[in-house]
C-alpha cells in the first residue's frame, strides 16, 4: 500500500491492486494543496463529513471519473440529489466489505454541515473517522474530531498501522489531546493533519511528532508517496 498527503485532510491511498482512494478532496481553494483538479484520477472517494474543507470538489471529481463515493447517509443522500448515483451510505459504527477492502465507519466529535445559497447552514447528519484495511494493513483517518476516550477502545480493538490525526486545534484536537489520542490508539506511525491552512489553525507538525516514542510521528512531503 501506498499512502499521500497533500495538505489539511487530503489523503491518498494506492492499495496493491491499484485502486486508488482519496479521502477528503479539498482541492480548490486550497492553496498547500499540490493535486490538480482536472487531472487527479480516483476510484474511490472517502468523504468524512460535509464541512467544505473535506466534501471539498467531491462532486466534480465523482462526475469527471465515476469514482465511488463512501460516506454517512445524509452526505451520499444529499450527494445523490446533485447528480451523482455511484455513492455508498454508511454510519459511525457500521463497517462493510468492498472489493479493494474493509471500510468501517468511527465517531468524530465534530459538526457535519453545508453552507446554502441563503448562508444557512443545512445538517448532514453525524462527523465520522475512517478505518480503511487493505493489503492487511490499516489506515485510519480521524476526520475532525476532539479527543474522546473510546479512542482507548479503538485502539484496542484495531491493529493500526498508520493514523492521520488533526492537531490544529480550535476546531479539533490541539496538540496536547492529539498526543494523547496517538498513545491511545497505539499507531505504529502518526501522521500529523489538519494545520496550517489557515490563521487559525496554525501549528508546528515537528513539535507534536517529537513528543511521541521515536519512529512514530512522520511529516511527508506534500503528493510523495510513501510505503506503508
Request: net charge negative; proline share 5%; glycine share 10%.
Amino acid at each position: 500500500m501506498k499512502v499521500a498527503f497533500h495538505g489539511h485532510a487530503v489523503v491518498s491511498v494506492v492499495t496493491h491492486d491499484g485502486t486508488k482512494l482519496l479521502f477528503d478532496p479539498f482541492i480548490t481553494g486550497h492553496e498547500q494543496c499540490d493535486l490538480n483538479l482536472s487531472k487527479v484520477e480516483v476510484d474511490v472517494i472517502l468523504v468524512t463529513h460535509a464541512h467544505a474543507d473535506h466534501l471539498g470538489d467531491t462532486i466534480e471529481l465523482a462526475k469527471r471519473t465515476g469514482a465511488h463515493v463512501i460516506s454517512t447517509v445524509e452526505i451520499v443522500s444529499y450527494l445523490s440529489s446533485q447528480g451523482l448515483n455511484n455513492v455508498h451510505g454508511m454510519q459511525p459504527g457500521g463497517a462493510h466489505n468492498f472489493p479493494f477492502g474493509r471500510i468501517k465507519f468511527t465517531p468524530a466529535i465534530h459538526g457535519s454541515s453545508i453552507t446554502l445559497e441563503n448562508g444557512k447552514p443545512y445538517e448532514l447528519g453525524l462527523a465520522a473517522g475512517i478505518l480503511l484495511t487493505a493489503d492487511n494493513q490499516t489506515v485510519y483517518h480521524l476526520g475532525d474530531t476532539a479527543l474522546y476516550s473510546d479512542m482507548q477502545l479503538i485502539g484496542n480493538r484495531e491493529a493500526i498501522d498508520l493514523a492521520f490525526v488533526p492537531i490544529g486545534d480550535n476546531f479539533t484536537m490541539g496538540l496536547e489531546d492529539a498526543i494523547l489520542a496517538t498513545e491511545w490508539l497505539q499507531a505504529k506511525r502518526v501522521v500529523p493533519i489538519h494545520y496550517n491552512t489557515f490563521p487559525l489553525i496554525e501549528q508546528d507538525p515537528y513539535a507534536f511528532i517529537n513528543r511521541l516514542p521515536e519512529g512514530v510521528g512522520y511529516v511527508p512531503k506534500l503528493g510523495e508517496f510513501f510505503e506503508l
